[in-house]
Nanobody, 125 residues
């Protein structure tokens, strides 16, 4: 079975940092764009970041630009999200995603091929 498994969530104070990781298992995600969404309590899922297979195309939501960095290691079928200068409004469940199509197609609709189970991030003020 194909799985995306996130790790690295937790509780952090405002201004702190966390690194989320997503490991793909079951098959390789060759050619796939990989990314992250988040969903805060009572809100819709929101696009956070995406990175193309080669790493040449990277997209960020305006709300995280300059604070979050997405990276991938194709040899390890892994994508990381480094989150710095965290704010209470970053509190959410963060989901790893994968899709063969460019992120511009699904970043607004959240209609993505594959989702992980999510990892909780809580930023205290």
């Amino acid at each position: 079975q194909v799985q995306l498994v996130e790790s690295g969530g937790g509780l952090v104070q405002a201004g702190g940092s966390l690194r989320l990781s997503c490991a793909a298992s079951g098959r390789t995600f060759s050619g796939h764009v990989m990314g992250w969404f988040r969903q805060a309590p009572g809100k819709e899922r929101e696009f956070v970041a995406a990175i193309s297979w080669t790493g040449g195309n990277i997209d960020y939501a305006d709300s995280v630009k300059g604070r979050f960095t997405i990276r991938r290691d194709n040899a390890k079928n892994r994508v990381d999200l480094q989150m710095n200068s965290l704010k209470p409004e970053d509190t959410a469940v963060y989901y790893c995603v994968a899709d063969l199509r460019p992120s511009a197609i699904w970043s607004l609709s959240a209609q993505v091929e594959k989702w992980g189970q999510g990892t909780h991030v809580t930023v205290s003020s």
